[in-house]
């Protein structure tokens, strides 16, 4: 093969290369950003007793829950009838150990706003509905004597949380 | 609107605001209260499979091991008849002497047959422990019942919170574990009835072990005016939620209930710390301690309705030795349970009538299993195993023996009609038309 014949194929494959190339255009819809939470109508899953003493154990200690205390915790919570009794006694022993990691009653009233918000992302996963926001800035407003662990009973007992 | 118009409509109204929190669940206005027998009704479901040769018949080991001459009563608190006097190793073990031989002594004064009411030979719908337990506490013979679920017809406690009006802590299921389905029993599954009609459980032994004490027994007891703004921020959260009725996953009892219920589990728990749990004489096996149990929630709670689950002598798979000791001592905690009503609760002495039934028998022949004292052991499968017993105490339960071998009366599906008529429900329970068509109140057998 001589010279000439060698630069022809060179030349075309370069000439077709860089044609073949065009510069990514970005292509925007006008979509905002949006934080995804859970919806409450979508949660139709029940919890398990294991998912929820391991989920509640998770949530106030920050920590996974051993096998051998969940094994052990969930049949305690079986054994009684009112499960609403169980896992109120339940999370009242929780509440009375140490190790917790929950914000303490002068953070809840410094900013509770902020508070209700992260408690219902805390326990249902989700925004709390403008409803719901004014209700309980309202009652914590008006009732100077709640604590958090009070408002932690109350999430943690409702019926919303032992669903998913 | 004219003046009489008006008067009219608002004393219909004002009657209507003054009547209905009255209103019972099932539309009726008021409980029936007629053709009430007794306030209370304590059933006993007797105990894991029990044959009639060595309850009910006394012969102890002459059928069911060829020994002659070693026939007698091993349940003297139960029923009548002499002890044995050959080869005794159903009691308890001292030191220096054979194992089993020293019988417990006898604490009824009167056998329960002596002072009530005995039907010798019934005839149980399974020969299966699950069914039999649900036949005693639905009154249907459930032969399509599954396990792990809740009983497919509704429970004695749901017709009496449905017909009679009572609350949740009225009527209790006592559990001896949480195997199988036994803390499924109290409710069924039922569309009409279901948990929102359920009575209170406690499988007492788990609730009760060490690990009950380490995950509830350090729970705070909140005062009223911290339990409150608790339950207020519930409801509100709750009705957001709406649940609807087939989701309901827990007995309904009121907030009050919860609480009295939170403050027992804690006292049980300072009771046993303190050694103030009142217990059978001899309390060798878990059967006792959920005896023992269960006379705590009746001191406590008065219930109308409670039913106690035990199951030792099912031992007897593999072991006719455990067997015998376990039916003795079955028969000494179910003695001691009555005398204690008797004795220790005023409101429920004189105004309780207590059922004994086994919820299955056990075979004829036996299986090769021999055990420590070389003797065979018994499964129950079957028609031996239809064969039970029923006995009612109490309350004006006249003293009669109805039945006898070569005449079966009764069957087990009978329990919960009886009940319906000792709270004056039985026309309601018969009108659901959920129970075994066959059976009937035992009053109505006599």
Redesign the interface.
């Known amino acids: 093969m001589n010279m000439h014949n060698f630069k022809l194929p060179f030349i075309l494959l370069i000439i077709f290369t860089l044609g073949g190339c065009t510069k990514e255009r970005n292509i925007g819809f006008g979509v905002d950003e949006a934080h995804v939470m859970e919806d409450k109508s979508r949660k139709t899953k029940k919890k398990n007793d294991a998912e929820f003493v391991s989920i509640l154990y998770t949530n106030l200690y920050q920590t996974a829950i051993s096998p051998n205390q969940l094994y052990k915790t969930q049949n305690v919570v079986y054994s009684i009838g009112d499960q609403d009794v169980a896992n109120e006694m339940l999370l009242s022993n929780y509440f009375n150990t140490s190790g917790l990691t929950i914000p303490t009653n002068i953070e809840m009233r410094k900013d509770i706003e902020s508070f209700i918000v992260s408690t219902f992302k805390r326990f249902y996963l989700r925004y709390p509905s403008e409803g719901e926001k004014a209700f309980f800035t309202q009652y914590l407003k008006t009732n100077p004597n709640v604590t958090v662990e009070m408002v932690y009973t109350a999430f943690a007992c409702s019926e919303e949380y032992q669903y998913y | 609107m004219n003046r009489k118009n008006f008067i009219t409509k608002s004393g219909i109204a004002l009657g209507g605001g003054i009547l209905a929190p009255y209103i019972l669940p099932s539309g009726r206005l008021f409980a029936k209260t007629g053709s009430l027998k007794a306030d209370h009704v304590v059933l006993v479901m007797f105990a894991g499979g029990v044959r009639q040769q060595e309850s009910v018949l006394g012969r102890y080991l002459e059928d069911s091991q060829g020994v002659s001459g070693a026939a007698g009563n091993i349940m003297p608190n139960l029923f009548e008849g002499n002890s044995p006097t050959k080869k005794i190793a159903y009691g308890t073990s001292v030191v220096g002497k054979p194992n089993g031989s020293e019988p417990i002594p006898k604490l009824l004064t009167n056998s329960m047959e002596r002072s009530g009411l005995l039907f010798p030979e019934m005839r149980a719908q399974s020969a299966g422990h699950y069914v039999g337990l649900s036949t005693l506490l639905t009154g249907n013979a459930g032969t399509n019942q599954g396990l792990k679920v809740r009983p497919a017809y509704p429970t004695i406690f749901e017709y009496l919170r449905k017909h009679a009006g009572y609350k949740?802590t009225d009527t209790w299921?006592i559990?001896n574990g949480?195997g199988n389905s036994t803390?499924l029993l109290?409710s069924s599954n039922h569309k009409d009835y279901g948990l929102a009609y359920?009575?209170?459980?406690?499988?007492?032994p788990?609730?009760f072990?060490n690990?009950?004490k380490?995950?509830?027994?350090?729970?705070?007891t909140?005062s009223r005016?911290?339990l409150e703004?608790?339950?207020?921020?519930?409801n509100?959260?709750?009705q957001?939620?709406a649940?609807t009725k087939d989701?309901i996953?827990?007995?309904s009892?009121t907030d009050e209930e919860?609480s009295q219920?939170?403050d027992f589990?804690k006292s049980v728990f300072s009771k046993q710390q303190s050694g103030q749990l009142a217990m059978p004489p001899v309390t060798d096996n878990g059967d006792a301690l959920n005896v023992m149990y269960a006379a705590e929630v009746l001191r406590e709670f008065k219930p109308k309705m409670l039913a106690v689950n035990i199951s030792g002598v099912d031992s007897c798979h593999s072991n006719f030795t455990g067997y015998l000791q376990n039916l003795h001592r079955a028969d000494h905690i179910t003695g001691w349970l009555w005398q204690y009503i008797q004795n220790n609760i005023p409101q429920m002495s004189g105004n309780t009538i207590f059922i004994v039934a086994p919820e299955c028998g056990r075979n004829l022949t036996p299986n090769p299993i021999l055990d420590q004292n070389d003797w065979v052991a018994y499964d129950h499968s079957d028609a031996n195993a239809l064969r039970v017993w029923g006995l009612m105490a109490g309350k004006g339960v006249p003293s009669l023996r109805v039945g006898g071998e070569s005449q079966p009366v009764g069957r087990l599906t009978d329990i919960v009609p009886t009940i319906a008529d000792v709270f004056g429900i039985l026309d309601d329970v018969k009108s659901a038309g959920l129970i075994d068509p066959l059976a009937q109140s035992l009053y109505n057998r006599i």
């Open positions: 949740a299921f559990g949480i803390p109290n359920g009575g209170n459980m406690f499988a007492a788990v609730t072990s690990s009950g380490e995950i509830l027994g350090n729970a705070k909140y005016s911290d703004p608790m339950y207020f921020m519930k509100f959260l709750d957001s939620f649940l989701q996953s827990s007995v009892n919860k219920i939170k589990i």
